[in-house]
């Protein structure tokens, strides 16, 4: 069965520092893709970042981006000059096969200290 | 505005009562999904449907049902509500099963069994 680990329950950064959060993954597909999805106070499930698990290039997208490494199975995302606004929950997903759905990770809670 | 829409945003059930969630996605995605969100748990799939008249269960099904009539539509019902189904309700929705398939999630319902 394919799991989503996110060892950290809660993470702390200052506003304007960078922050990594980690996330490990396994499954049994060769081509997949790879999720962070970002749940602020709102309750809503905002895409962040995803990766193609076929390409080797980290995704990027402003200041976020992941460091993927498909061989030890790792998805971390990087959090560059964090905002108070990024404060949320954060989950790592990955494909989940033939249901086509997402298995996520149990989330991390990040706060930016002002 | 393009998305998926969820009814009702909050509810408080007595246990025992039929309760049915609605979703409705107007970006006419083939798949569309259910999870069910609990503190410390993530998210986890109750059921899922890759097409308009065919659906499958997800991880934790029991004590659910859903319908899939058309393209649009994926009602979840509780046929007796237990308070263990207490939860937070996410319906999604992607274009594809297969492949890159980003998910769109709806706003949630909050449901509390008594």
């Known amino acids: 069965a394919q799991t989503v680990t996110q060892s950290q329950p809660e993470m702390s950064v200052q506003e304007a520092e960078t922050v990594t959060l980690s996330c490990t993954y396994d499954t049994s597909e060769s081509d997949y893709y790879l999720f962070w999805y970002k749940q602020p106070p709102s309750r809503q499930m905002i895409l962040v970042i995803r990766?193609?698990?076929?390409?080797?290039q980290n995704a990027t997208e402003n200041r976020f981006s992941v460091n993927f490494q498909k061989a030890a199975k790792s998805f971390s995302l990087k959090i560059s000059d964090s905002q108070l606004g990024d404060a949320a929950m954060y989950f790592c997903?990955?494909?989940?096969?033939?249901?086509?759905?997402?298995?996520f990770g149990k989330g991390t809670k990040l706060s930016v200290k002002p | 505005i393009a998305g998926i829409t969820q009814a009702p945003t909050s509810q408080i059930l007595a246990a025992g009562r039929r309760m049915t969630l609605r979703c409705t996605q107007d970006?006419?995605?083939?798949?569309m999904y259910w999870y069910r969100q609990d503190l410390g748990l993530g998210l986890r799939l109750i059921h899922y449907?890759?097409?308009?008249?065919?659906?499958g269960k997800g991880e934790v099904p029991d004590g659910y049902s859903v319908s899939r009539a058309n393209t649009d539509d994926f009602p979840l019902t509780l046929a007796s509500a237990v308070p263990s189904q207490t939860s937070v309700y996410f319906c999604?929705?992607?274009?594809?099963?297969?492949?890159?398939?980003?998910?769109?999630f709806g706003p949630g319902t909050r449901l509390t069994v008594l």
């Open positions: 990766q193609e698990a076929y390409k080797q």
């Open positions: 970006m006419r995605h083939n798949a």
């Open positions: 999604a929705s992607s274009e594809e099963v297969y492949g890159y398939n980003e998910q769109f």
């Open positions: 449907s890759n097409t308009a008249g065919t659906t």
């Open positions: 997903a990955c494909e989940g096969g033939s249901q086509g759905n997402l298995i």
